[in-house]
C-alpha cells in the first residue's frame, strides 16, 4: 500500500479489505478493526459479499469509532445497525470480537467512555497509563455533510481532546445527543485510516475537505501518523472534485 491521502472508487472496497486483513492476520494472528455508524453498514455488507468465502471474520475483533448511547435495540445504536446489517448475515464472526459499549452505562456517559476505552487498552493488552496508544489496524470512518466524523463535530470542544482516546459528548448537534467518541489521538495512531463516503449530499464538503483542506471540518484533521489515509467515494460523492471517479 502506498503511503499519502489516495482517493479511491467505492467498487474497490472489498479487495482493500481483503488485503489489510488478511496482512493484519498473517502478522498479528487477529485484525483489529473500527467501523462507524451511519451509512456505513450497508456498503460493508455489500463489500463483504463480494468475497465473503475469502474473508476470514473469525479472526476479526470490531470497536465501533463512535456509538450512540441508546438500547442496542434502538435503530439509533451504531451497533444495532451493523448487527442488523453485517453481523446477522456473516455467521463466522464471533460475538465475543464485537466489542460493544457497557448497556448499563447508557446514562452515564462519562463512566461509559471509560469503561470503553478500558475494553481497547485490555484488547490490545496495554497498560492504560499515558505510556502507550493503541493502533488499530484500521479505523473505518464515515462522513457527515456538516463534516463531521465518528462523533467529532464542527467547533466542539472534543476537537481539542489530547488525554481522552474515547471521550464522552452530550451534546451532539445530531441526535442523539449522548454518545461516545473515539478522539483524534486514537484515530491518528491507527496503522491505517480510510473514509467511506457516498451520495451527492457529500460531495461539496468532500471538495471542501480533499481539494481546500480546510481545518473547520473535523475530518480533515484527520491525518495518521502512519501517512496512510484513504477515501473511499462514489461517482456523486466525488462530483465536485477536479478528479471525480
Ligand atoms: O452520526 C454519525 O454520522 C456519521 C456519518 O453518517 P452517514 O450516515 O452520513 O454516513 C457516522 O460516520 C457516525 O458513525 C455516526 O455516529
Known amino acids: 500500500m502506498s503511503k499519502g491521502t489516495e482517493v479511491i472508487s467505492v467498487s474497490a472496497l472489498s479487495e482493500f479489505l481483503l488485503e489489510i486483513s488478511e496482512s493484519s492476520i498473517s502478522n498479528n494472528g487477529v485484525f483489529n478493526l473500527a467501523i462507524s455508524g451511519g451509512s456505513m453498514s450497508k456498503l460493508l455488507k455489500e463489500a463483504f459479499k463480494k468475497n465473503e468465502a475469502s474473508f476470514d471474520f473469525s479472526k476479526w475483533i470490531i470497536f465501533f469509532a463512535d456509538e450512540r448511547l441508546v438500547k442496542f435495540d434502538n435503530k439509533d445504536s451504531n451497533f444495532n445497525a451493523s448487527n442488523e446489517e453485517i453481523f446477522k448475515n456473516f455467521k463466522s464472526f464471533k460475538p465475543e470480537n464485537i466489542k460493544k459499549i457497557d448497556q448499563n452505562l447508557i446514562k452515564n456517559p462519562k463512566e461509559c467512555a471509560v ?51 474515547v471521550a464522552p ?23 491505517v485510516v480510510a473514509f467511506i463516503s457516498t451520495g451527492e449530499s457529500k460531495a461539496e464538503v468532500l471538495k471542501k475537505i480533499l481539494e481546500l483542506k480546510d481545518l473547520s471540518f473535523p475530518a480533515t484533521r484527520v ?17 465536485k472534485l477536479k478528479s471525480p471517479i
Open 223 to 239: 491525518t495518521p501518523l502512519s501517512k496512510q489515509l484513504f477515501w473511499f467515494l462514489d461517482t456523486p460523492a466525488s462530483s
Open 169 to 191: 459528548i452530550t451534546d451532539s448537534p445530531k441526535p442523539p445527543p449522548c454518545r461516545i467518541s473515539f478522539t483524534y489521538p486514537l484515530i491518528n495512531n491507527a496503522k
Open 115 to 165: 469503561n470503553y476505552q478500558e475494553q481497547i487498552f485490555n484488547n490490545f493488552k496495554l497498560k492504560n497509563d499515558g505510556s502507550e496508544i493503541p493502533s488499530f489496524d484500521l479505523i473505518l470512518l464515515g462522513l457527515g455533510p456538516d463534516g463531521h466524523t465518528a462523533s467529532l463535530f464542527p467547533n466542539h470542544p472534543l476537537l481539542n481532546e489530547i488525554k481522552l482516546l
